[in-house]
């Protein structure tokens, strides 16, 4: 338990869906951040929020949505995605932004596009 | 940005200690050495990390060449519980916004034979 909770753990979409991705973290921590991991792929990073606001969009197409509302909780709306975007998407929390700080992650979610 | 480079696997025996080498070359003055560890169907875990100086903690030991462009990640005794893909990362700051870049590897696969 790393104190990082994501819902849900597993999730089935067609192309034409509206869904949301929440992740919740009970550890007081400032930044937020949204990773992508396909099969034999490194980790990618998607999007970073600092007190809730997005200082990071790393390309991401605009079908990915996120939303930070507090600093506790982050979202990632999707929607009419492709079926390559089947992954384990993963959120994780720092203390702070700055490289000195630990990552600690949620067990992620299992998405599947149909 | 700077990249690491990992062995695509490495296998030990119980008991016995593991290291495992990240490349980084390109690695700038502010990059600080990161490594995370996923064990299957989880969220990667922090480990350890370090700027300059070697660093010790309960988990592993942290072993930076003088020159930064290599590290080793030292686990003393390997036990059934250490099989995981171990990542190395460097985590930086950036000037547009500060601790957010971050580089991933593609990991080394750790097998332990009991």
């Known amino acids: 338990e790393t104190g990082v909770t994501q819902t849900p753990r597993h999730l089935v979409m067609g192309m034409t869906n509206k869904k949301s991705l929440k992740c919740e973290q009970h550890?007081?921590?400032?930044?937020m951040y949204w990773y992508k991991q396909s099969a034999k792929k490194p980790l990618e990073l998607m999007f970073v929020y600092s007190l809730e606001e997005r200082v990071e969009n790393n390309s991401v197409p605009s079908r990915f949505s996120p939303e930070c509302p507090n600093s506790s909780h982050l979202f990632l709306h999707l929607h009419t995605l492709q079926p390559e975007d089947s992954a384990l998407y993963l959120c994780?929390?720092?203390?702070?932004?700055?490289?000195?700080?630990?990552?600690?992650f949620g067990p992620g979610t299992r998405l599947t596009v149909t | 940005d700077a990249k690491t480079t990992q062995p695509n696997s490495m296998e030990s025996n119980e008991e016995e200690p593991v290291h495992l080498p990240c490349n980084h070359s390109?690695?700038?003055?502010?990059?600080?050495i990161h490594w995370y560890r996923q064990l299957p169907s989880q969220g990667p875990e922090y480990v350890i990390h370090g700027l300059t100086s070697n660093v010790n903690n309960r988990m592993a030991s942290l072993a930076i060449a003088e020159d930064r462009k290599s590290s080793t990640l030292i686990l003393h005794r390997a036990t059934l519980r250490d099989a995981a893909v171990y990542y190395c990362?460097?985590?930086?700051?950036?000037?547009?916004?500060?601790?957010?870049?971050?580089?991933f590897g593609g990991g080394t696969r750790v097998l332990v034979k009991p």
């Open positions: 550890l007081g921590h400032n930044a």
């Open positions: 994780a929390s720092s203390r702070e932004l700055a490289p000195t700080y630990e990552q600690y």
């Open positions: 990362i460097l985590r930086g700051f950036d000037e547009k916004a500060a601790g957010n870049k971050l580089t």
């Open positions: 390109t690695i700038s003055g502010t990059d600080y």
